[in-house]
């Protein structure tokens, strides 16, 4: 599944394409994808320019004048930059055009989400109901150790699940939850209320080095994620511990070692974690 530093790329990637550029039509192939597209989207966006992008969590946010639409790619999808008229695959559901060029929605399994947040709307976007509960950013000034700490005090879940939840930092998917618990030293089944505020100022460090050293390298090539360009990211050439099973730790030696919590596979090596 992309995680934050694959929507990121993706909005770093359309946002000289798109930016200060008007919708010159809008094509959906298809009725919806986990949810309905909004079926006046096309009279919504037509002739409307995009003011700026933007991100939240792993949702994508296109700023107009008169509304936000937000992208969420889901498990499988990504979005392209494609001259406009490309003939459309089977898995391409969506295109905003821009004059000759235009960005296209592929989604093969059908779990992203195209929605729109009107102006009109008496609620905020921040209060938009797949917002508003989202946690801090984690690459934003307010993210901090002490905030981590505050917050897990109560928290019996192991370290890794509480990362995962995104109801205290957003977008620390499993990836780069057990990339930054490694380089913390923090065992991914630790009791939350049990890491002490030393190791969470290491964790806070680890997680903004693991997601903007990903960010920078184009996010990790997952099954179906590519960056708007076609090109596939090369963070998981730098991965210390994620999908390295049985392989020897590049610090210590000793074997890494794979768990499943929360039906997801942690990875960690348990002579650096404690």
């Given at each position: ?39 006046d ?7 409307k ?35 406009a ?37 008496p609620l ?8 508003k ?76 080095e ?9 996010g990790?090539?997952?099954?179906d994620?590519i ?36 039906q997801r ?10």
């Amino acid at each position: 599944m992309p995680e934050l530093p694959e929507v990121e790329v993706t909005r770093l990637g359309v946002d000289p394409h798109i930016s200060g550029k008007t919708v010159t039509a809008v094509i959906m192939r298809r009725a919806g994808l986990r949810w309905p597209f909004p079926p006046d989207l096309p009279d919504l966006l037509k002739t409307k320019t995009v003011l700026r992008t933007g991100r939240r969590g792993k949702y994508l946010l296109l700023f107009f004048a008169n509304g936000t639409l937000l992208i969420h790619l889901g498990m499988s999808g990504h979005l392209r930059v494609v001259p406009a008229g490309s003939p459309a695959e089977k898995h391409d559901h969506l295109d905003l055009v821009f004059g000759e060029q235009a960005i296209r929605m592929t989604d093969p399994r059908r779990f992203g989400a195209v929605l729109w947040h009107d102006a009109t709307d008496p609620l905020p976007l921040a209060e938009h109901a797949l917002l508003k509960k989202l946690g801090v950013e984690p690459l934003e000034d307010n993210f901090n150790s002490e905030l981590l700490y505050q917050a897990t005090r109560q928290r019996k879940s192991a370290i890794k699940q509480v990362l995962l939840a995104g109801d205290i930092v957003v977008g620390v998917g499993n990836i780069y939850a057990c990339e930054s618990l490694f380089k913390a030293g923090i065992h991914p089944e630790k009791p939350a209320y049990k890491v002490n505020r030393k190791s969470y100022l290491l964790l806070a460090q680890a997680i903004r080095e693991t997601l903007a050293a990903a960010i920078q390298q184009g996010g990790s090539t997952l099954k179906d994620f590519i960056g708007v360009d076609g090109q596939s990211g090369y963070f998981q050439q730098s991965y210390f511990v994620y999908d390295r099973e049985a392989q020897p730790c590049r610090i210590c030696a000793h074997p890494v070692q794979r768990i499943v919590q929360g039906q997801r596979s942690s990875f960690f090596c348990k002579h650096c974690q404690k």
